[in-house]
């Protein structure tokens, strides 16, 4: 059983900055990837970052140069630090981690419940 909490999210106005963190906990092994999504009022839940055990990261061409992805593998944390907002970020944000569990389950996906950002202009 795995839980993540996310964190950070709010209202700011473009241009401004957030940094979100999603910290996962429970029965986890090892952590294989993390990544954040985002899906906005009427459209597609989309890929925004990913970061795989190894250190290979990507981005959403939307947000490249923007957004940063990191991790605190001692705390079994993901960052999402986003500059330069745009309203069209606007969106609820999920992270989404692979682990291996405890229990020597490999590849068990669990998403987080996500966090509203909201940037006005």
């Known amino acids: 059983q795995v839980q993540l909490v996310e964190s950070g999210g709010g209202l700011v106005q473009a241009g401004g900055s957030l940094r979100l963190s999603c910290a996962a906990s429970g029965s986890i092994f090892s952590i294989n990837g993390m990544d954040w999504y985002r899906q906005a009022p009427g459209k597609q839940r989309e890929l925004v970052a990913a970061?795989?055990?190894?250190?290979?990261?990507r981005y959403a061409d939307s947000v490249k140069g923007r957004f940063t992805i990191s991790r605190d593998n001692a705390k079994n944390t993901v960052y999402l630090q986003m500059n330069s907002l745009k309203p069209e970020d606007t969106a609820v944000y999920y992270c989404k981690v692979v682990v291996t569990t405890t229990s020597g389950i490999y590849g068990a996906t669990y998403w987080g419940q996500g966090t509203q950002v909201t940037v006005s202009s």
């Open positions: 970061i795989r055990s190894g250190g290979t990261i």
